[in-house]
């Protein structure tokens, strides 16, 4: 019986000529996503935000926008964020800190309830202070940098200092990208999306040390290939491994997304990006930048041979 293969085996494809194509588009992205940061920001949830979030169904099963966002406007509780969840009837208000405190929060849902609880059923209140959300803030941005920083760390010590700076660069610009996805589509940042954006890490980085681990020992056996013909073997190697692996992750992720419900739905959308964007990153951003850095094979030998000559005066120590 064959086994199935989603990748061809023994390709010989040229990745490293579409460097000149993918270093210009990753640029161009990465400040993209800069510049919708600084200008556009992330729709932040109440996670980070703060506020109060409500989540109705509608007894007749269908929601009317347009009376909806009337009777909420005519409240007078700041502008009222409405969301429909699917075609399912249900739906999702989100209002800013009221003033007053909690006094303030638990008037302005009672006005929620007295406006809409006839022709809606109240399915969950959340409501989060200024100083929660901005502790909350403080504690995922620690998280976030506090992992970053571990595993650019693991990468400086994993590999010679060249694989280090490609693999570094490599996962920023995965984090760039993430971050410019969550601007560009508004999709709600909240302390799942945090937690995505630190999977996404870890699956970048999983695939960089596969990639750069075949590619050193490619490097130690083929001495006379240029670098680009060992990174273009490289990488065909492990090319039906990185295709397996992606399209059973991104199944997964497919159903969580449709099937998962809004709560991880910011979750799910952030992985599908990431796990492509990690992809890519480890063929086209990672493994060019050995060529522009001039890593050849002779990195090695040169380690070799200080390795040798640090065991043979150990033993001549250890014989006096």
Not at 36 to 54: E, H, K, R, S
Not at 83 to 108: H, M, Y
Not at 251 to 278: C, D, P, Q, Y
Request: hydrophobic share 50%.
């Amino acid at each position: 019986m064959k086994l199935l293969r989603l990748a061809p085996e023994n390709t010989k494809f040229g990745f490293m000529r579409l460097r000149r194509v993918s270093y210009p588009l990753s640029a161009t992205l990465s400040i993209v996503s800069v510049l919708m940061f600084l200008f556009v920001g992330m729709n932040f949830g109440i996670d980070f935000a703060g506020g109060t979030q409500v989540d109705m169904r509608a007894k007749g099963g269908e929601v009317h926008m347009a009376d909806l966002r009337a009777k909420a406007d005519s409240l007078g509780l700041g502008p009222v964020e409405i969301q429909q969840i699917g075609s399912g009837g249900d739906v999702l208000l989100r209002l800013n800190v009221q003033p007053g405190g909690d006094t303030g929060e638990q008037k302005a849902i009672a006005a929620l309830r007295d406006a809409f609880s006839s022709d809606y059923d109240f399915r969950s209140v959340a409501s989060v202070g200024p100083t929660v959300s901005s502790e909350l803030v403080q504690s995922g941005t620690l998280g976030v940098v506090v992992a970053i920083i571990a595993v650019l760390a693991y990468l400086w010590f994993r590999f010679e200092w060249q694989f280090a700076v490609g693999a570094i660069i490599g996962t920023m610009h995965d984090l760039l990208l993430t971050v410019g996805f969550f601007c560009v589509t508004q999709i709600e940042f909240n302390q799942t999306s945090i937690a995505a954006i630190l999977t996404i890490v870890g699956y970048s980085l999983n695939e960089t040390v596969v990639v750069l681990d075949r590619i050193r020992e490619v490097m130690r056996k083929y001495k006379r290939l240029s670098t680009a013909e060992i990174i273009d073997m490289s990488v065909n190697a492990v090319l039906p491994r990185t295709i397996m692996t992606a399209t059973t992750v991104f199944l997964a992720l497919l159903a969580l997304f449709f099937l998962g419900g809004h709560v991880i739905r910011s979750f799910s959308a952030a992985m599908i990006w990431g796990i492509f964007v990690a992809t890519y990153s480890s063929i086209f951003i990672c493994s060019p930048m050995l060529i522009y850095m001039g890593v050849r094979s002779d990195v090695f030998d040169r380690k070799d041979t200080d390795e040798g000559a640090a065991a043979t005066s150990a033993d001549r120590k250890v014989k006096v």
